[in-house]
DNA sequence: GGCACTATGTTCGCTATCGAACATAAGTAT
DNA sequence: ATACTTATGTTCGATAGCGAACATAGTGCC
């Protein structure tokens, strides 16, 4: 990638006036982000924020006997570590990178100073907040009342929302994993968004072909989700 | 119920400094809460936070085809509309009373402007709203991975939790709502429990037997959820 | 006391997903 | 090229929960 690096990649950053961005810019520390980094650690003390510009973070619970379950997804949309600034300190999931690529990270205490002043910093974190509470009882939702088909569609569209290309680099035992279901269900599923043309998929390559495809195959959680995530944040420009 | 109505049987209200609960007191209006009431609709702006004291309030997301699921449960441990203060005025669920009861409530100005003192109110608001995320992420994972046993227990637990009694008036329909699965279902899976001797069923009445079974027979969610909230809200007391 | 309503119990076949075992193929290193 | 590793594909029986139909039994009302 041979793309310059800007805060303003971070729709959160890019919709605060320029004397709020000016403030924080100089201690937003440009990081790279490995596909399958894990920020935080369930119950460890986070140091920092991280905006992802880039890079897909997801939120991910994984059981005591191993299993795992996706609970939200952060892209350039959002942030990573909500926590820091709600005044818990931790959560019991863990954040991990699911597609690699670069963030703007920023230190604890600093974004906690910048939250107190009570400006439009605090505003646009509050309804960010807000939107991952939807995609989380959405995720809830679609856990209880979908098919493995319909899952698949609305965690790719999530991902391709975030995505600068129509190109993902991801295993089917990796979204097993995010998905919490078996490798072979994905292979399954996957198989089936292939043979309707909709994605095209090689050994860890997923390519888009059918947007619109999907989006007429994925249930409502989806558009849920993003319909309130648009109204929670409208400076937030769609890709 | 002949006992006496104070704010401070909710625990959010109860652990305020006296000057900040004093000045919330004169706004603070005693509702009742019948069985089934709707204290919010989905995407319709709320008027009013609740703050529930024997009252237990499900937050509910009910789809396009009229399948319903649960997504949280609020009770005298927290508040009902979060929404309010983090700026979106609206949620995708509904709130509606699961165990009736009475609650506090705010009028929404009234609790912005509260809020926006920044004191000790707004910190109890965002760690509660922290502990309501572990929630929905924690029914997420277990609408994911574990029995319908298992999430009658956890169900279970999270309303006798919030209850001053030992019993619960519920039918087996309603909780087949709530969970988003069939009335059959919750049927067999509380002939089981009751088979264990852990509960006694009898036409709409739940009777608590033995929570120690309940709780060995539980999913780690319940744990997780209550450590989690025991952390955040310390000053909150158990029951 | 009798009736109607509602809550609970039971059964049947059906489907999605699981769990495990194994087969193939696409990259990767030598 | 060759061998090795890793990703994907395929199959099988098992099972949890679904959908629908129907049976039984409390509870309240007249």
Same mark, same amino acid.
């Given at each position: 990638m041979s793309c310059t690096h800007s805060p303003d990649q971070n729709h959160l950053l890019s919709s605060l006036p320029p004397d709020d961005y000016a403030r924080l810019l100089p201690n937003l520390e440009l990081v790279n982000m490995p596909?399958? &980094?894990i920020l935080y650690e369930s119950g460890i003390q986070m140091r920092h924020v991280h905006f992802p510009t880039t890079a897909i973070v997801s939120l991910l619970y994984v059981m005591e006997d191993g299993a795992s379950a996706e609970i939200a997804v952060v892209g350039n949309e959002g942030v990573v570590g909500v926590s820091l600034f709600m005044g818990g300190e931790t959560t019991p999931s863990r954040a991990i990178v699911q597609s690699a690529g670069h963030a703007y990270r920023l230190r604890g205490q600093l974004l906690k100073d910048e939250f107190y002043r009570a400006g439009?910093?605090?505003h646009l974190l509050l309804r960010y907040t807000q939107s991952l509470l939807t995609q989380m009882a959405q995720t809830a939702v679609c856990n209880r009342h979908h098919t493995l088909d319909q899952q698949l569609c609305r965690w790719l569209l999530l991902s391709f929302d975030r995505l600068p290309a129509n190109e993902l680099i991801m295993t089917q035992e990796l979204i097993a994993n995010m998905l919490g279901v078996r490798r072979e269900g994905v292979t399954e599923a996957a198989g089936n968004l292939q043979k309707a043309g909709l994605i095209e998929y090689r050994r860890g390559h997923i390519q888009l072909l059918d947007r619109a495809g999907l989006e007429a195959r994925v249930c &409502?959680?989806? &558009?849920?989700?993003k319909r309130e995530s648009d109204r929670l944040l409208p400076n937030v420009i769609a890709r």
């Open positions: 596909l399958g &980094e439009p910093l605090q &409502e959680c989806y &558009e849920v989700v």
